[in-house]
C-alpha cells in the first residue's frame, strides 16, 4: 500500500448534519450535553481517520465549551478539522453550530472543543500520521492553535 508522507489540511474537514430529537432531550427540554459530545467525537474521530488513514482513538478532550444551549428540532452541524500533526497523534477542532431555520446562511456557534485522536496500528499502539500542510492564512491560524495545544498538554504534568 502507498504510504502518504504529508496531507493537505483541507483534505481532513468534515462537516455533518443532524436533526436534534426528542431522544437526545435532557429533563431541561434542551440537548443533552452527553449526546453532543457522542456526535463531537464521532466526527472528531472522522477527520482523523481521514488524515491518518486508518483507526484513530480519543486520548484526550480539551476546553470542551457550552456557548448556548441547543433546543430539540434544532439543525446543528458538527464541523472537525485537523488542526495539527504531532507524531502519532492529531489535534482535532470541532466546532458545533446551529443553524437558523428560517434562513440557513445564519448559524451560531454552539459549542468548540479541541480533541487530541491517536492513530493506532493493526495491534492497538500508536502508528506515525503523515505530516500536515496548510495552505491559507487560515489554516495557518488553525495550525498555530493546534500546535499551541499539542505543546501545552505534552508539558502539563501528571497527563501520561
Ligand atoms: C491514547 C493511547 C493509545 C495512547 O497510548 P500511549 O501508550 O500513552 O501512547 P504514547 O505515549 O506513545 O503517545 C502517543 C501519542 O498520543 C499522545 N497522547 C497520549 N496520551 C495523551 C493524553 N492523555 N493527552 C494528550 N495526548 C496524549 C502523545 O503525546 C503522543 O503523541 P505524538 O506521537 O503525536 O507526540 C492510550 O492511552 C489509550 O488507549 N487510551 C484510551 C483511549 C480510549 O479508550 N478512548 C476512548 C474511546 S474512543
Known sequence: ME?????????????????MQPVHGNPQGTVHGGELIKFMEDTAGIAAMKHAGGNVVAARVDELVFHKPINIGSIVTFIAQVAY??????????????????????????????????????????????TLKFNTDIESELYALGEKKYNENKNKPNTY
Open 85 to 130: 500533526a504531532g507524531s502519532t497523534s492529531m489535534q482535532v477542532i470541532l466546532t458545533v453550530v446551529v443553524h437558523d431555520l428560517n434562513n440557513f446562511e445564519k448559524s451560531e456557534t454552539a459549542l468548540t472543543a479541541f480533541f487530541t485522536m491517536v492513530h493506532l496500528d493493526n495491534n492497538g499502539r500508536p502508528k506515525k500520521i503523515p
Open 3 to 19: 504510504t502518504i508522507n504529508e496531507r493537505d489540511m483541507a483534505f481532513s474537514r468534515i462537516e455533518s448534519s443532524v436533526r
